[in-house]
């Protein structure tokens, strides 16, 4: 059952318009953004989106632009860690 609903919200996620994805990407930045965590975070770790995954890059850069450390992940032989990210 959770490998059906995986499969049908990939789906559904790919199915979607780039203009709904970059409307929905903005709006999970706006309220990550109001977040007292985010705020008050020096480090955080975002991603680089694929399969029509909400696009983070404006998220990034401006945390960036707050002077937040940003940090992606980055899989390597020994597993997934924290990279440092620097424009």
Do not use: H
């Amino acid at each position: 059952m959770k490998d059906e609903m995986r499969r049908e919200m990939l789906d559904k996620r790919q199915s979607m318009s780039s203009q709904n994805v970059q409307r929905d990407s903005e709006a999970i930045m706006q309220r990550l953004l109001l977040l007292s965590c985010i705020q008050d975070a020096q480090r955080i770790m975002t991603y680089c989106a694929i399969k029509n995954e909400p696009d983070m890059w404006n998220l990034t850069n401006t945390l960036l632009n707050m002077g937040k450390q940003i940090a992606l992940p980055c899989v390597t032989p020994d597993g997934l860690v924290a990279a440092n990210f620097c424009r």
